[in-house]
T-cell receptor, first 110, second 114 residues
Framework: AQTVTQSQPEMSVQEAETVTLSCTYD???????LFWYKQPPSRQMILVIR??????QNATENRFSVNFQKAAKSFSLKISDSQLGDAAMYFC???????FGGGTRLMVKP | EPEVTQTPSHQVTQMGQEVILRCVPI?????FYWYRQILGQKVEFLVS????????KSEIFDDQFSVERPDGSNFTLKIRSTKLEDSAMYFC????????????FGPGTRLTVT
């Protein structure tokens, strides 16, 4: 079974600064997908970024980028130029049936 | 932009009652999912559905739960005899394919069992 761990239940960042959210996972598979989902107060889950395990290049989506370390089974999310609208719960997820981590609450200080 | 919709947004029911949560997935998607999020806890996978049958289910998805695609658009989750611990947000999701494709989530239904 796959497990996903987010060791930071809460993080805080100053507006316009950069923050990194950590995620580690455990799997015996070699091909898989990893995702970061954002859950704002409205509770709807929104995909932020996706990484295919067979790709060495780290995925980027505008201000969001990942640091994917396959050997270490680590998948961190970097948010650059943090905005107030980034405040939310962030969930790291693995593969297709989406095994979720426990979540990290990001607070953005104005 | 197409989106997944869910009704109702909030359902209150008494323990032991049956509830049906409804979802309308994105029209060209073939895979459908239900997830549950108990307040303050992580999102948990319940079941996936493809080609009119369950393709995978978790340990949470016991005999009290069932899913159905009664017509070409709706995807429902039925809880036969609700328990207090069934109180949670229930999210429906759909995707074009099973592996690696983005799952689009609905806004969720908050189920409160009293």
């Amino acid at each position: 079974a796959q497990t996903v761990t987010q060791s930071q239940p809460e993080m805080s960042v100053q507006e316009a600064e950069t923050v990194t959210l950590s995620c580690t996972y455990d799997t015996s598979e070699s091909d898989y997908y990893l995702f970061w989902y954002k859950q704002p107060p409205s509770r709807q889950m929104i995909l932020v970024i996706r990484q295919e395990a067979y790709k060495q290049q780290n995925a980027t989506e505008n201000r969001f980028s990942v640091n994917f370390q396959k050997a270490a089974k680590s998948f961190s999310l970097k948010i650059s130029d943090s905005q107030l609208g980034d405040a939310a719960m962030y969930f790291c997820a693995y593969r297709s049936m989406l095994t979720f981590g426990g979540g990290t609450r990001l607070m953005v200080k104005p | 932009e197409p989106e997944v919709t869910q009704t109702p947004s909030h359902q209150v029911t008494q323990m032991g009652q049956e509830v049906i949560l409804r979802c309308v997935p994105i029209s060209n998607h073939l895979y459908f999912y239900w997830y549950r999020q108990i307040l303050g806890q992580k999102v948990e996978f319940l079941v996936s559905f493809y080609n009119n049958e369950i393709s995978e289910k978790s340990e949470i998805f016991d005999d009290q739960f069932s899913v159905e695609r009664p017509d070409g658009s709706n995807f429902t989750l039925k809880i036969r005899s609700t328990k207090l611990e069934d109180s949670a947000m229930y999210f429906c999701a759909s995707s074009e394919s099973i592996l690696g494709y983005e799952q689009y989530f609905g806004p969720g239904t908050r189920l409160t069992v009293t």
